[in-house]
């Protein structure tokens, strides 16, 4: 019996360390290519920012159907996950590139928040249209600042 219980108390343990030392590793990749982690992140926000440009300009209809809320939740997803990028590289807050890579992330979730809002509104007008055309080229702007800055940057 008490073999039993030292087997089951070393799984449970190996169960609960597992996570832990999952995220160190995930954290080790990010941070030690910090660089192309950022241009990766950069370059995913800014291809789904055309990608809801697109969206916005066919007022959200897709192959003569309306884009769904399961649809939208791509952007929010990319949101989400270049936040815990910026989470993780949180050493590298003193370089201008992270600076402006929070910048380009709070342009991009207003993007994405105006457009829903357009999506679920269903009138379309030129001039929300017109705004959030802005928006996009405001955040392809942003996404051009953070690859220039973080290319800057000794290695």
Known sequence: MPRVIGIRLRAGLCRSALP??????MAACYSSSYPRGIEANVALVSDLAD???D???????????????????EFYYALQKARSFAAMTE????????????QLLDA????VQAADLYRLNGKPGPETLETLLGRHQDVKRRAL???????AEPR
Do not use: N, W
Not at 145 to 151: E, F, K, S
């Open 20 to 25: 832990i030392l999952a995220l160190v590793a």
């Open 108 to 111: 991009y979730q207003g993007f």
């Open 51 to 53: 990608k809801l440009a």
């Open 145 to 151: 600042l953070v690859v220039d800055a973080v290319r």
């Open 55 to 73: 969206y916005c300009r066919t007022d959200f209809m897709l192959h003569g159907r309306p884009v769904s809320s399961e649809e939208m939740g």
């Open 91 to 102: 050493k590298s807050a003193g370089r201008p590139s992270y600076q402006r890579f929070g």
